[in-house]
């Protein structure tokens, strides 16, 4: 018979592991999302998903998907204006079909900082041992 300390013990377990599991279905929902840093404030101009999609299209030309490559949506991180010559902020990015994702992704490494859009916690306690028989 359970006692109520170990009852809520129970109950605190299993919620944790349902809020790390909407954590990660929410973060395979935005699997095709990108952040991408470098680009210097103001350079995207009103359109942010034309400037992504010209850019990538100069940048990775010879890429097998760059043709049917599309954004679909695209913002600047919400942030405060940054002065001239500060640190460049993130630009996201969401775009139709996971394989054109990755491909672009790994097309364009080394040409800028650009990491899925998601909470690593989560993809490291899903890769650690299990703690326990819950």
């Known amino acids: 018979m359970y006692t109520l300390k170990s009852s809520v013990a129970i109950l605190e377990a299993k919620t944790h592991k349902l809020e790390a599991k909407v954590e990660d279905a929410e973060g395979r ?18 359109n942010v998903e034309a400037f992504l999609e010209d ?4 940048t990775l030309p010879e890429a097998p998907l760059s043709a049917v490559f599309v954004v679909e949506r695209a913002h600047r991180a919400l942030t405060v ?6 640190p460049h902020e993130h630009c996201r990015s969401s775009t139709y079909g996971y394989s054109v994702c990755e491909g672009w992704t ?10 899925l859009d998601l909470n690593q916690a989560i993809e490291w306690e899903r890769r650690s041992p299990p703690t326990s028989g819950l």
């Open 29 to 46: 929902a935005r699997r095709c999302n990108r952040r991408i840093v470098g680009f210097p404030e103001g350079v995207e101009g009103a």
């Open 81 to 86: 204006l940054l002065p001239p010559g500060a």
């Open 106 to 115: 790994i097309g364009m490494s080394g040409v800028s900082e650009c990491c």
């Open 55 to 58: 850019w990538i299209h100069k």
